[in-house]
């Protein structure tokens, strides 16, 4: 029976297939023209492969090879798709294609390989690229031909850009790789078979995907060497994908049926490594270069570098040449790879970047050009030091080169940090808003920004470590950052996993709560980075608070009420800015120095409520113009707000010691302006009264807390001193109060030695002055620099730093003088009043010299003033200072005695005690690092001194790998890799140490290893004698005392004396001798734990007694073999007493008060040796 309804479908169905089909044949034709553009695209990046390879590269064989195929390949698909092509024009256009492709590819191989056979042929080298540019043109026309050629009625931007994958896609697959695994460990540990399953299947296919993706990337890429990085990862991830996830499968099968099964579980950890590295490798592979690749390429350059100077001293004129093209290359490539970060930047930085890269560039291509006729010259005659010297002088300066280059590049600041900080938990609310609509698309997105910025963070890190002059921003950095790339992987592994999980139990609480936790681990690396890198923000942002609060002062007093408001509003957003950024700090230090985080907090919280006041005084000011009282408490108000400020960045910048030394300096400061007032007259106002009693009771607080951390006499005497304090500034303000101008004055006097004793019941005045000295020659040198660059207004931050230091530099310096004898009293008394009148000089003449800058006469002034107080500030430290080397040695016998408190203290597991141990040997390093600079710079010799300056860079590295062992440590107990870890990083730092101390010496070396031996040998005695008598406490406190000896880091030091002595055979015994006794105290160590461990323990006793016996021995020993020739030692000390008197003179003709002081020194000590 017919039927309409029926005739409806068939015909609707009858098109739909006709329709179905148009599409499947498009879709065929389109796949043959997909095929031709890849096959183009591949010839093209294989091509520009084999054209950068340098002469004589062993992979030009395989580049041709893989070339010549890949042009075989689209060769035979272009004469395939002419066959299909119907349009006569595009049919003769794609023949002479291919006709061009097949005559052209013989030509550049034969010119390659004539470059590849012979360097100096430029002129095939410039036929391969005349013939490279004619071939990429043959594949453009190719690839539009076949573009032309397809049959489709639809719109031809769908094969406009065939890959369409990003660098995007593939960190999303990363993460999603990263996610799946840690669903895949969570479903093991709850024993679910099905879940596990299901996420393994997951995995590969996510693994899959992600090879897919970097296969595309690779296909575009036209960079050798990241080339190079795609295949390798690619290779590594499908070689897991064919092999390892099969015994994946198996281990985790092994592992559900026995959870205890140990070997499986480590199997599986090794297996879910391996995944994570290729997926990393994919993904740095398409990751763009930044600063750290720079930075290991110019580190690379320094073997063929040493290669090129060894090559010169052996005159081999062929090696030469060779390394000197090695070293052209690496600087090209560095230069390159600069470029390209360049043009990669973000638009706000990329204007800057390309700028100084040019800059560098010429430095560099003329470095370059000279390079090799100051090789070829000084091979010709490697007698000749002159020449030697020029070429090595070029070596420098492109080594110098490179590294500004990589600081060039670095992008990121402090400010940087703090605004990725804020955007962290921005991303973090847009990832739960996603979970909660389960919008798989959005949560990816979220998840791949919380790694941007977490990623940004870190390069921000590195930047900031690499520019900034603070050593202590650079080590904690630099210790952040040496695991920190392990960290974040970690942590968006975790995110990735409980966002999984969500999307999948939308209903199960849990998850969130394990996702809030993850997260939580996010923001405090994130505000590790910002709390590290805060002192820089912290002074950055109070110099900017300050000049906002003046500028504010100043529009009110004009009137102008719109500037006003404008400073008002920026000066409350950059008091916020600081609050947040304390807050950050405070967070970081909550476990490690509780105390300092609540002062921080409580600065913090005042500095926050002093903002509606100060608008308050600003509406008044504006009620009332012209009003002095209203004027008056506004200045008052934003003084009040700067001060505030400074105090917060004060705790946020120091520890508490610190802090109470900073305070004494203004203290000390503000009671010389009251005893000038008072000697002229006047009676100090009761606002100056009430903010020096402000600055006491937070100095008191200050001792307190430093009282609480030391012990003995320094924490009896911070009390009394503090104490006395007290009461005396109830007395001032009681003077003040009833106008007792007598009395005020003696109260004063009063104040001004209890201040500085109070610091110096700290017992580290040397300490805080040499620390205070460099820190004033860094902000005055800092200021010589911008006086020709910046206007006076813009100079006065620098002069308040300059101001702030010398203050405290000076006060120390009378602190000491008041310890000191009276004739030393004298001398410092007298340079410190000189340095005070060249530095009031300096701000009126910078002033001038402003005002008119083209008078040479006021420029030389400036100069010449600058000059006169880096001498001066020399002199001072002179006067005021022990011999340099004895406190290095001091120093050095301090940092091992914290050493091995932090060696035992991390033994036991106790985290309070390895920390306190930890910071005070960090800090000793820092100090000591400080103190071995100014004796390098004393060195006469240029190889010495180079020396120990390569010495002390080692020892400030070695610190911060030190502090990174020790958490990692803490962390992990139980980890026997770890531990190790911090033992060789213990044992390294203490050699570090050992070194500075011997390399800065001039004192010769058989002195130095008699005294130490002699020293060790009478604790041996001592210890050997307590034992001996048997009394129980005794024995304790002999065993506690020589615990804390820092027998180890002495017998470093012994040694590294012991191989810089002169004479060959005693340098070889002494060696020998220190070997013996450092293999007996590889043994005595252990024996004083254990007998501490079990005081009544008599066969640990006499084995102690056994190892100071033999120790005692070998140090006696020792003294033996360094004295045993006095006839070198006696000819040694009087040709460096000749060198010392040599000094004095040359110091003496150059009116060099800092070389004659030091020749004095030294010919003094060096004489009573030789007598």
């Given at each position: 029976q017919y039927s309409k309804t029926a005739k409806k479908l068939l015909l609707k169905g009858a098109k739909g297939v006709m329709e179905h089909m148009v599409v499947l044949l498009q879709t065929a034709d389109l796949y043959e023209v997909t095929r031709g553009i890849r096959s183009c695209a591949r010839v093209t990046a294989k091509k520009k492969v084999l054209v950068s390879l340098g002469h004589g590269e062993s992979f030009f064989v395989t580049a041709a090879q893989e070339f010549v195929t890949h042009t075989v390949e689209t060769g035979k698909l272009i004469q395939k798709r002419i066959k299909d092509i119907d349009d006569y024009q595009l049919k003769k256009r794609l023949e002479e294609c291919g006709e061009a492709l097949r005559i052209n590819t013989e030509p550049l191989l034969r010119f390659m390989t004539e470059y590849m056979r012979d360097a100096m042929n430029t002129q095939a080298q410039q036929d391969a690229q005349v013939a490279s540019a004619r071939l990429d043109e043959v594949v453009q026309e190719t690839i539009v031909v076949f573009k032309l050629s397809a049959k489709s009625p639809f719109d031809l931007s769908m094969i406009s850009d065939l890959d369409l994958k990003d660098d995007v896609d593939l960190r999303d697959a990363a993460m999603r790789v990263a996610g799946l695994m840690g669903v895949l460990q969570g479903a093991i540990q709850r024993g679910d078979a099905p879940a596990a399953k299901a996420a393994l299947k997951a995995l590969k296919i996510a693994l899959g995907d992600q090879i897919s993706?970097?296969?595309?990337?690779?296909?575009?890429?036209?960079?050798?060497?990241?080339?190079?990085?795609?295949?390798?990862?690619?290779?590594?991830?499908?070689?897991?994908?064919?092999?390892?996830?099969?015994?994946?499968?198996?281990?985790?099968?092994?592992?559900?049926?026995?959870?205890?099964?140990?070997?499986?579980l480590n199997r599986l950890k090794a297996l879910m490594g391996h995944i994570r590295d290729a997926s990393n490798m994919m993904v740095s592979a398409s990751s763009a270069y930044n600063a750290d690749d720079l930075e290991e390429l110019v580190d690379g350059m320094g073997l063929p570098i040493a290669r090129l100077a060894q090559a010169v001293q052996r005159g081999d004129i062929a090696d030469a040449a060779k390394y000197v093209t090695d070293v052209q290359q690496a600087a090209r490539a560095q230069?390159?790879?600069?470029?390209?970060?360049?043009?990669?930047?973000?638009?706000?930085?990329?204007?800057?970047?390309?700028?100084?890269?040019?800059?560098?560039?010429?430095n560099i291509d003329r470095l370059v050009a000279a390079l090799p006729d100051a090789a070829q010259r000084a091979a010709y005659e490697p007698a000749n030091q002159h020449l030697y010297a020029m070429l090595d002088s070029v070596l420098q300066d492109l080594t110098y080169n490179g590294k500004q280059l990589v600081e060039t590049v670095s992008v990121g600041t402090p400010h940087d940090l703090l605004m990725s900080h804020r955007a962290l938990g921005n991303e973090y609310a847009t990832l739960v808003s996603a979970l909660d609509r389960t919008d798989r698309k959005a949560a990816q997105s979220a998840l791949r920004q919380i790694s941007d910025i977490l990623n940004d963070e870190l390069v921000y890190?590195?930047?900031?470590?690499?520019?900034?002059?603070?050593?202590?921003?650079?080590?904690?950095?630099?210790?952040?950052?040496?695991?920190?790339?392990?960290?974040?992987?970690?942590?968006?592994?975790?995110?990735?996993?409980?966002?999984?999980?969500?999307?999948?139990?939308?209903?199960?609480?849990?998850?969130?709560?394990?996702?809030?936790?993850?997260?939580?681990?996010?923001?405090?690396?994130?505000?590790?980075?910002?709390?590290?890198?805060?002192?820089?923000?912290?002074?950055?942002?109070?110099?900017?608070?300050?000049?906002?609060?003046?500028?504010?002062?100043?529009?009110?007093?004009?009137?102008?009420?719109?500037?006003?408001?404008?400073?008002?509003?920026?000066?409350?957003?950059?008091?916020?800015?600081?609050?947040?950024?304390?807050?950050?700090?405070?967070?970081?230090?909550?476990?490690?120095?509780?105390?300092?985080?609540?002062?921080?907090?409580?600065?913090?919280?005042?500095?926050?409520?002093m903002g509606p006041t100060l608008v308050g005084s600003l509406k008044k000011v504006i009620a009332a113009p012209g009003d002095q009282a209203a004027l008056g408490e506004l200045s008052a108000n934003a003084g009040a707000m700067g001060s505030m400020s400074d105090q917060l960045i004060r705790a946020t910048t120091m520890d508490a010691d610190e802090e109470l030394m900073h305070a004494a300096a203004l203290i000390d400061t503000e009671v010389r302006n009251m005893k000038d007032m008072v000697a002229s007259g006047k009676m100090p106002n009761p606002a100056q009264m009430t903010n020096l009693a402000k600055l006491v009771m937070s100095q008191i607080k200050l001792a307190n807390i430093v009282a609480s951390k030391k012990g003995g006499a320094k924490n009896e005497g911070l009390i009394k001193a503090s104490q006395l304090m007290a009461d005396l500034i109830k007395n001032m303000v009681g003077a003040v109060r009833?106008?007792?101008?007598?009395?005020?004055?003696?109260?004063?006097?009063?104040?001004?030695?209890?201040?500085?004793?109070?610091?110096?019941?700290?017992?580290?005045?040397?300490?805080?002055?040499?620390?205070?000295?460099?820190?004033?020659?860094?902000?005055?040198?800092?200021?010589?620099?911008?006086?020709?660059?910046?206007?006076?207004?813009?100079?006065?931050?620098?002069?308040?730093?300059?101001?702030?230091?010398?203050?405290?530099?000076?006060?120390?310096?009378?602190?000491?003088?008041?310890?000191?004898?009276?004739?030393?009293?004298?001398?410092?008394?007298?340079?410190?009043?000189?340095?005070?009148?060249?530095y009031q000089a300096l701000p009126p003449a910078i002033h001038a010299h402003k005002g008119r800058p083209a008078d040479p006469a006021l420029a030389a002034r400036v100069t010449s003033l600058f000059g006169d107080i880096h001498a001066s500030i020399a002199t001072v430290a002179n006067a005021t200072t022990s011999s340099g080397e004895e406190r290095l040695f001091a120093r050095a016998a301090q940092i091992g005695q914290d050493l091995a408190r932090l060696e035992d203290a991390v033994a036991r597991n106790n985290q309070a005690e390895a920390n306190a141990a930890l910071q005070s040997a960090v800090a000793g390093i820092r100090v000591q690092a400080q103190l071995a600079k100014v004796q390098a710079e004393q060195i006469r010799d240029p190889a010495q001194r180079k020396a120990a300056l390569e010495q002390i860079d080692r020892l400030e590295k070695f610190a911060a790998t030190l502090s990174s062992a020790v958490k990692d440590t803490l962390a992990k107990p139980g980890d026997q890799a770890k531990r190790q870890k911090f033992l060789e990083a213990l044992a390294a730092t203490r050699e570090a140490v050992a070194q500075v101390v011997a390399g800065s010496s001039s004192v010769l070396p058989e002195e130095r290893v008699h005294d130490i031996a002699q020293a060790m040998q009478e604790e041996m005695q001592k210890l050997a004698a307590v034992l001996q008598r048997g009394n129980p406490q005794e024995i304790a406190n002999a065993l506690s005392r020589i615990q804390q000896y820092g027998l180890q880091q002495q017998a470093d030091i012994l040694r590294a004396y012991a191989s810089s002595v002169s004479d060959p055979r005693v340098r070889r015994d002494a060696l020998e001798a220190a070997a013996e006794f450092d293999r007996t105290l590889a043994e005595l160590i252990p024996a004083i734990r254990a007998a501490q461990a079990n005081p009544g323990d008599k066969a640990a006793i006499q084995k102690v007694l056994a190892g100071a016996n033999d120790a005692e021995r070998i140090l006696g020993n020792i003294c033996t073999i360094v004295t045993a020739h006095p006839e070198s030692r006696l000819a040694s000390l009087s040709h460096m007493i000749a060198e010392d008197t040599s000094l004095i003179r040359d110091g003496l003709s150059k009116k060099n008060a800092v070389e004659v002081n030091a020749g004095g020194l030294n010919a003094k000590r060096d004489t009573a040796h030789l007598v």
């Open positions: 993706t970097a296969q595309q990337l690779a296909k575009s890429c036209g960079d050798p060497g990241k080339l190079v990085q795609y295949e390798n990862a690619i290779r590594a991830a499908q070689s897991i994908i064919d092999s390892d996830l099969p015994s994946f499968s198996k281990s985790i099968e092994e592992l559900l049926r026995r959870p205890d099964n140990s070997t499986a230069l390159l790879m600069a470029d390209q970060i360049s043009q990669g930047a973000r638009p706000e930085h990329r204007d800057r970047l390309l700028q100084g890269v040019k800059a560098l560039k010429m890190a590195r930047a900031v470590a690499r520019k900034t002059d603070n050593p202590l921003i650079t080590e904690a950095l630099n210790t952040l950052c040496a695991n920190g790339q392990q960290r974040i992987a970690d942590i968006i592994s975790t995110l990735g996993r409980y966002s999984e999980e969500s999307l999948d139990d939308p209903a199960n609480q849990a998850n969130r709560s394990n996702l809030d936790r993850a997260f939580a681990d996010a923001e405090l690396l994130s505000s590790q980075f910002v709390g590290a890198a805060s002192r820089d923000f912290m002074l950055e942002s109070g110099q900017k608070l300050r000049g906002h609060l003046d500028a504010l002062v100043l529009s009110a007093q004009r009137g102008d009420y719109q500037a006003s408001a404008a400073a008002i509003k920026s000066a409350v957003e950059e008091a916020r800015m600081q609050a947040e950024a304390a807050e950050l700090v405070a967070m970081s230090l909550s476990t490690t120095d509780p105390e300092r985080a609540a002062r921080i907090r409580e600065y913090a919280q005042q500095l926050l409520s009833d106008g007792n101008l007598a009395g005020l004055e003696s109260m004063l006097d009063t104040a001004a030695q209890l201040n500085a004793s109070l610091v110096a019941a700290r017992g580290k005045l040397e300490d805080d002055f040499e620390t205070a000295t460099a820190e004033l020659k860094r902000h005055l040198d800092i200021l010589e620099q911008r006086v020709p660059t910046q206007s006076q207004a813009q100079l006065q931050g620098a002069i308040r730093d300059v101001d702030g230091s010398l203050a405290r530099a000076t006060f120390l310096a009378h602190a000491i003088a008041r310890q000191a004898e009276p004739e030393r009293q004298k001398q410092i008394m007298a340079a410190v009043t000189e340095l005070q009148g060249l």
